[in-house]
């Protein structure tokens, strides 16, 4: 998994609440469980004015033009800028999975889904909560000033806009650990081979019959 330390990107406001995660990926798009491939894809049904099928080339499908990531202006953003309780719906791993291989390093918004918001840090996305209020005037900056981006440093915590104003948020202290050292759960599992290599050995001594 990719580390996350800090990361400098353009904002694209998705202004819409309670954005499930079919909308993020759709079902049908779910067959496999490879990490990647899903860019293509992500908000299938929005961003697209047919109806999209696995396995399919994108590069041809008709773009609805007024979706956001479609503007010329929000090409290449990596930072997403988001309502309350984004992520809700299913707990599928496939849309923070869309949403990285798409290019977002993170998301802000005043909420996320429990399970959601836990998949991000799991696959290297760094979902930051801030109040309505503060979000509110992100969401008004970006619509004034086309290529608004913003500055995030994970390990001060901080947020800094153009201009040099900082904006702080909490982030869980193992959550933080495990995007500065880009440790997946096979990657905090591995960090223990060596214990796990030693109980093995130990075992195979003691029960022999079990192998």
């Known amino acids: 998994m990719e580390k996350f330390t800090t990361h400098a990107g353009l904002v694209a406001p998705l202004d819409r609440a309670n954005v499930d995660t079919d909308a993020i990926v759709p079902k049908q798009f779910l067959k496999s469980i490879r990490r990647s491939g899903f860019g293509p894809n992500l908000f299938d049904a929005w961003r697209y004015l047919d109806i999209g099928q696995p396995d399919q080339d994108c590069s041809g499908r008709p773009l609805n033009p007024d979706f956001v ?7 290449g953003a990596s930072i997403l800028l988001a309502r309350e309780n984004f992520g809700c719906g299913s707990s599928r791993e496939h849309a923070p999975w869309a949403l990285a291989d798409y290019g977002f390093r993170a998301i802000i918004a005043p909420s996320f889904a429990e399970i959601f918001f836990n998949n991000c840090y799991k696959n290297g996305i760094l979902p930051i909560v801030l109040p309505e209020d503060e979000v509110e005037t992100l969401f008004r900056a ?4 086309p290529g608004f981006s913003l500055d995030i440093d994970l390990p001060s915590q901080t947020i800094r ?11 869980d202290a193992f959550r933080k650990y495990r995007l500065l050292n880009g440790l997946d759960d096979i990657g905090l599992t591995l960090r223990h081979a060596d214990k796990v290599k030693a109980y093995e050995a130990r075992r195979r001594q003691e029960e022999d019959w079990a192998f």
């Open 69 to 75: 990531l479609n503007q010329p202006r929000y090409q």
């Open 142 to 145: 970006v619509e004034a000033a």
């Open 161 to 171: 806009l153009p201009g040099g104003r900082a904006i702080g948020f909490e982030v």
